[in-house]
């Protein structure tokens, strides 16, 4: 029989996002063999589930002045030091920079592992370096990250470990309502592009909100939903000098947005470089929809290819073996209605095929669910235990 393992989860906030939703999930599958509790710096807006969870809060939340700020790391430090010392963890692993340089700074005996989430955290030399430096295994979500690690930072250990997909969940979730006025906007002949991100750059929505204005002149029944959180002011400015204010929906947060998902037409991600595991776009699959993803450096070209190395030239599109790879937008933001990029009308080109392709429509959704069992909780809970 295995030993059971004493085991902290670290990440700041349970508000929202792939990170965090990651690190519960973690903490659920591994309390059925071991001693998991979650550590968090706070649970202010907090949107997740945390019931029948070991959570441990040390009120220590984010503080805009930057002085506070510093004075906020030292406290966690403290804090965690003596929660580590106090329980004798065998291993703490922690999701996301801040949690990562409270978790290499505390070693009280415990195996340290810190998980890499997005390239954000690689182009951070200084950091990224000295986690590899002090953690005894780095876990990326990745493998071409896990490669890149090895090769710029050569860390003690490193683990790529692809994100869990809950298929089960996902798919009891998909079935419940949605608000009328959401439920209006699919109704009809509606062909609804759906994406899911907060307000962010990393996003890249100005070069999809071009790219639907294109898309919409050649399908009039196509609209575009954003989920996420935050104003989108510049996107909603965009959208209206477009004009294509009416036909795209920016519906906020939905702590549940897997029956947007299944009522869509298709996902798209348009995300700059920058994500490491996009969740979303396996979520999305599992939920039986065909998908377009840019290329980014991580994520996409594993999720939608059998082998991401034939995805290795990011100037060009492709009809990947799950769903479509984009080629990758310019990184600086431009909201002129009136200057449209390649990339932008490659995109746009792309969306417009798969809108008007019944058949090949038919078989990215008929490859997508099998794809996503691919990521499946059974599938990450195998290769975590096996570092364990």
Request: hydrophobic share 40%; aromatic share 8%.
């Amino acid at each position: 029989m295995e030993a059971k393992k004493k085991i902290l989860l670290m990440v700041p906030r349970v508000h929202q996002g792939g990170q965090e939703r990651i690190c519960l999930l973690t903490a659920r599958l591994l309390q059925k063999k071991h001693d998991v509790t979650v550590l968090i710096y706070d649970d202010t807006d907090c949107v997740y589930d945390l019931s029948g969870l070991k959570i441990i809060n040390i009120h220590s939340g984010a503080h805009p002045n930057k002085i506070r700020k510093i004075l906020r790391v030292f406290q966690r430090i403290a804090r965690v030091g003596r929660i580590k010392k106090q329980e004798k963890f065998d291993i703490c692993y922690s999701f996301g920079a801040t949690a990562n340089l409270v978790n290499v700074f505390t070693k009280k005996g415990e195996k340290v592992w810190v998980g890499i989430r997005g390239y954000d955290d690689l182009e951070d030399t200084k950091r990224t370096g000295l986690f590899c430096k002090r953690a005894d295994k780095v876990v990326c979500c990745a493998r071409v990250m896990a490669d890149d690690l090895m090769e710029k930072y050569h860390p003690k250990d490193v683990a790529a470990i692809y994100n869990p997909c809950d298929m089960e969940e996902i798919l009891r979730c998909r079935e419940e309502s949605i608000p009328a006025e959401d439920e209006d906007f699919f109704a009809g002949n509606s062909k609804v592009i759906l994406t899911m991100g907060r307000d962010a750059h990393l996003k890249g929505y100005w070069h999809l909100l071009k790219a639907f204005s294109l898309v919409s002149k050649e399908v009039p029944q196509a609209k575009l939903m954003i989920l996420g959180r935050g104003e989108y002011r510049a996107c909603k400015e965009l959208a209206q000098k477009l004009g294509i204010a009416d036909r795209v929906r920016f519906a906020g947060v939905r702590n549940n947005p897997f029956p947007y998902l299944k009522r869509a037409s298709m996902y798209v991600l348009s995300s700059q470089d920058g994500e490491g595991f996009p969740n979303a776009l396996a979520e999305a699959m599992a939920c039986g929809l065909p998908v377009v993803a840019t290329n980014c450096k991580s994520g996409p070209a594993e999720i939608l290819f059998e082998d991401y190395e034939k995805a290795a030239d990011r100037t060009k599109a492709y009809d990947a073996d799950y769903g479509i790879l984009l080629p990758i937008g310019q990184d600086m933001e431009n909201y002129d209605p009136a200057h449209i990029e390649p990339e932008e009308e490659v995109m746009a080109e792309k969306l417009t095929e798969l809108l008007n392709d019944a058949k090949k429509d038919f078989r990215y959704r008929s490859l997508a669910e099998k794809r996503a069992a691919d990521f499946s909780n059974e599938a990450y809970i195998r290769e975590l235990e096996k570092l364990l």
